[in-house]
Nanobody
Framework: QVHLVESGGGLVQAGDSLRLSCTAS????????MGWFRQAPGEEREFVAA????????YYGDSVEGRFTISRDNAENTMYLQMNSLKPEDTAVYYC???????????????????WGQGTQVTVSS
């Protein structure tokens, strides 16, 4: 079992930056990929970014590419999402997700992941 805890969300203005963190605990002894997804009220969960165990492969959703940066510290079992140039449409609950056995094409879909956190709210005012 793996437990994920996100932090770093908040209320900011358009153009500001935020950094989200996600720490994994429990059975984290196997190589795993991690991803960020977000969900706005009334919307489906949207892929934001994903990163593989060795940090060799990184993927971004079209709406965030160039503004967000995903990274991870395997020694600390922690993943980060640096969000710059935030826009009101980035407002959502952001979820950290983890998958142990995967192919890279699985990483774009939330249902491919095994574990997810409780989410952290990001609100961007105009």
């Amino acid at each position: 079992q793996v437990h994920l805890v996100e932090s770093g969300g908040g209320l900011v203005q358009a153009g500001d930056s935020l950094r989200l963190s996600c720490t994994a605990s429990g059975r984290t002894d196997s190589p795993y990929a991690m991803g960020w997804f977000r969900q706005a009220p009334g919307e489906e969960r949207e892929f934001v970014a994903a990163i593989t165990w060795g940090r060799n492969n990184i993927y971004y959703g079209d709406s965030v590419e160039g503004r967000f940066t995903i990274s991870r510290d395997n020694a600390e079992n922690t993943m980060y999402l640096q969000m710059n140039s935030l826009k009101p449409e980035d407002t959502a609950v952001y979820y950290c997700e983890l998958v142990a056995r995967y192919s890279d094409y699985d990483l774009w879909t939330s249902s491919s992941y095994d574990y997810w956190g409780q989410g952290t709210q990001v609100t961007v005012s105009s």
